[in-house]
């Protein structure tokens, strides 16, 4: 009765909790309604325990995946087909010549790393099914019955139709060619034989032991060598890295000192890009402006740059952006404005108007002359149109700390000013008002300097100015490169994209 059905491999659905299971059964109790598989596979894993028992409550579907016929080899499918967990694969059932069923064993593979066979290669193989198998065929559907009526038992006779066969009859095999194109796609992507699969776990040790790092990243190196590459690194070196204010492309070889004046400088500065910054005598550098003004560089033309380069250069002392704008109206700053007589006073009266106009209250300190420079007047003149405030007395200057003072009283031809009482005050109040002091074209002498600036503002080219001249900066004022040439100075702009750079001692 249900003895008939040991031998038989079998797949075991429990459910979702369970899992499926697969084996070949070793015994049936209709009485306790279980059944036993041998050498399990639980989920397609080989089981650790030889032998699981299964209850009919725990079963909800059973698959009968291969009957064994009188002549079959218990040991075939003990030891090959339950080693791969997949039924059918280790033999192969094929018809003898006296009809009866014939066991043909499949080559074993070797240990050694094998190739997975493509899906394209592998074809469905010829199932002859035996007479004796033909023959039990009813006789275990007779009785199977009463094993089938348990709850949770569901057979399912895959391999077999409702009507009877030959004996002889010889399933067809696969063509690959049914229902059409799609038919045909679908069958060779998913189609293939549970022979084909090999029968062995795939060495993966094996065949990572083939790869040779030290040799590939050998070749690689030897290729980037050759052909002139960035190399990408190897294990033992590191990548180059790079600023961001770096170029990564190779140029001709940078050149420092790209200025060169006709006489040995008594100081040199450089740039924040390393250039080379000579300072020249005033003897040269006033020379140098003559010329320019007979090529059309007019004295009106330099004060309007110098006001322009001086005013930027003081918006960025006083904040910039973070402190002129719309939202900060009520901390609009203060700028007093030192200028005297002279031509160096007409440049600070040209920048006072550009802050003017750029809403910094500006306080404009001239002392009172009978006769002004042509260059003074006509400053005044645009100044007066802005909203800045224009005083001649050291007691009309704020009391408060302002925001930045900018000293244009001294200058380099008029020494004698500084004996005035007017510069004297001046040179006081501005020591005591505690504000920073930026110095726009101040003289060489540190004896001439009334009062320490922060900072100071050179023309051009600067002169060699002392530590009391404070951090030098430098502004670009429109002089041609032949107008330098002119006058003995070999000289390459050192301004970039900028029109006031900042200067540092060599």
Known sequence: MATDWLGSIVSINCGESLGVYQGRVSAVDQVSQTISLTRPFHNGVKCLVPEVTFRAGDITELKILEIPGPGDSRQCG????????????GCQVGPSQNGTGKVLKKPMS???????????DMKSQDIVISPQQQCSKSYMDRHMETLSQSKGFRRRHNSWSSSSRHPNQVTPKKSGLKNGQMKSKDDECFGDDIDEIPDTDFDFEGNLALFDKAAVFEEIET???RSGTRSRGTPNEKPARYRHDENI???EPIVYRRIVVPHNPHKEFCTDS?????SVSYELHKKLLSVAEKHGLTLERRLEMTGVCASQMALSLLGGPNRLNPKNVHQRPTVALLCGPHVKGAQG???????????VHVILFLPNFVKMLESITNELNLFSKTQGQQVSSVKDL???????????????????LRDQPWYKAVVDWANQNRAPVLSIDPPISEMELGIDAKWSLALGLPLPLGERAGR??????GIPQKVFQEVGINYHSPFGCKFVIPLHST
């Open 223 to 225: 290729y980037e060598r």
């Open 249 to 251: 492309l190779e140029s």
């Open 110 to 120: 070797s240990s050694t790393p094998q190739n997975i066979p493509r899906r394209t």
């Open 349 to 359: 009266i040209s920048c006072g108007r550009h802050l003017s106009n750029h809403d």
């Open 472 to 477: 030098v900066y430098l502004c670009d004022i």
């Open 274 to 278: 390393g250039l080379v910054v000579p």
């Open 398 to 416: 704020p009391d408060t700390p302002v925001d930045l003072v900018i000293n244009c009283l001294d200058c380099h031809e008029n020494a004698f």
């Open 78 to 89: 003990d030891s090959q087909q339950m080693e791969t967990g997949i039924p059918g694969v």
